[in-house]
């Protein structure tokens, strides 16, 4: 981003050299506070609601209360998406409990800091789709409440930081010998023509893509199981993807220097991913003008 991009803080569309916090925001202080990014094709919104609904739960679990209605934060996101330049656009949305002196414990009568930014959306390449993706794997030692999208991100960060060193996508993620998630994606496994996912519990984020691509396989013919995923089954795969709102549905091609199945993308994947271009391109807008 450019200093004169526009971005929206506590009320204000303003460029984004103008932006300021306090530095005793608990956002900065703490890592007190929650996100969203919720992927823009052509000026729309993809999945609005299920980025709504998340929110709301994460600002739940925090005891945050929720600033705005539903109807408050699809207007706001419809006035960012027609600001920012760019047809296709991720916007970020933070929100943190507030300013106020250094203490653990939640301030009373404080105003949350909310914080919307919009960037271009940066999908897989075409060689991305057409030959997979390297990963490398590591112990999830994050903590135990990864269901939360907190802004407190130290553990995934150390953990991408391992793919970045060894010049991998991504790091697949292992608790306890079985698999949870990756440090900035959810993790499928396809089995005999079966796409396997981890239990949607406190040790991964509910994530949307995940959600759409295992809300998009009954209707194209793909069977789904949903149970604990161990890393013996993981090593044994015929296919691995990982999904989030940037990488959509991306194949894995590369665990630790190994093949995942025959080491290309595989044809339940390809089946995935062209039913996942055509829910892009065929949505609707899901945002009601203000």
Same mark, same amino acid.
């Given at each position: 981003?450019?200093?004169?991009?526009?971005?929206?803080? @506590?009320?204000?569309?303003?460029?984004?050299?103008?932006?300021?916090? /306090?530095?005793?925001?608990?956002?900065?202080?703490?890592?007190?506070?929650?996100?969203?990014?919720?992927?823009?094709?052509?000026?729309?919104?993809?999945?609005?609601?299920?980025?709504?609904?998340?929110?709301?739960? /994460?600002?739940?679990?925090?005891? =945050?209360?929720?600033?705005?209605?539903?109807?408050?934060?699809?207007?706001?996101?419809?006035?960012?998406?027609?600001?920012?330049?760019?047809?296709?656009?991720?916007?970020?949305?933070?929100?943190?409990?507030?300013?106020?002196?250094?203490?653990?414990?939640?301030?009373?009568?404080?105003?949350?800091?909310?914080?919307?930014?919009?960037?271009?959306?940066?999908?897989?390449?075409?060689?991305?789709?057409?030959?997979?993706?390297?990963?490398?794997?590591?112990?999830?030692?994050?903590?135990?409440?990864?269901?939360?999208?907190?802004?407190?991100?130290?553990?995934?960060? =150390?953990?991408?930081?391992?793919?970045?060193?060894?010049?991998?996508?991504?790091?697949?993620?292992?608790?306890?010998?079985?698999?949870?998630? $990756? /440090?900035?994606? @959810?993790?499928?496994?396809?089995?005999?023509?079966?796409?396997?996912? *981890?239990?949607?519990?406190?040790?991964?984020?509910?994530?949307?893509?995940?959600?759409?691509?295992?809300?998009?396989?009954?209707?194209?013919?793909?069977?789904?199981?949903?149970? *604990?995923?161990?890393?013996?089954?993981?090593?044994?795969?015929?296919?691995?993807?990982?999904?989030?709102?940037?990488?959509?549905?991306?194949?894995?091609?590369?665990?630790?220097?190994?093949?995942?199945?025959?080491?290309?993308?595989?044809?339940?994947?390809?089946?995935?991913? $062209?039913?996942?271009? /055509?829910?892009?391109?065929?949505?609707?807008?899901?945002?009601?003008?203000?």
């Amino acid at each position: 981003m450019n200093q004169d991009s526009i971005v929206y803080l @506590n009320g204000v569309f303003q460029p984004l050299s103008e932006a300021k916090i /306090s530095v005793l925001d608990r956002g900065f202080i703490f890592g007190d506070g929650v996100y969203e990014v919720v992927p823009v094709y052509q000026r729309r919104p993809f999945r609005m609601a299920q980025h709504l609904k998340r929110l709301e739960n /994460s600002l739940a679990a925090i005891r =945050l209360p929720n600033p705005k209605s539903a109807a408050e934060w699809e207007a706001l996101f419809l006035e960012m998406i027609q600001k920012a330049p760019h047809e296709q656009q991720a916007v970020y949305l933070q929100i943190t409990r507030g300013v106020a002196p250094r203490d653990h414990g939640f301030p009373k009568g404080v105003t949350p800091t909310v914080f919307m930014m919009s960037v271009p959306l940066k999908t897989p390449t075409p060689e991305h789709i057409e030959r997979g993706v390297a990963c490398v794997s590591a112990e999830d030692f994050r903590w135990h409440r990864c269901d939360i999208k907190s802004i407190s991100l130290l553990g995934n960060v =150390l953990s991408r930081q391992m793919s970045v060193d060894a010049g991998a996508m991504e790091t697949i993620l292992f608790r306890d010998g079985f698999l949870t998630e $990756a /440090s900035a994606s @959810n993790v499928l496994v396809v089995k005999n023509g079966v796409i396997l996912a *981890p239990p949607q519990d406190h040790l991964i984020l509910p994530g949307v893509s995940l959600n759409a691509v295992l809300e998009f396989a009954p209707m194209i013919g793909i069977p789904v199981e949903i149970r *604990p995923i161990s890393r013996a089954e993981v090593l044994d795969a015929d296919e691995l993807w990982l999904t989030s709102s940037g990488k959509e549905v991306l194949a894995v091609t590369t665990l630790d220097g190994k093949p995942v199945g025959n080491g290309k993308p595989g044809s339940v994947f390809k089946k995935m991913w $062209a039913y996942y271009q /055509s829910e892009i391109r065929n949505q609707k807008s899901e945002i009601r003008n203000p």
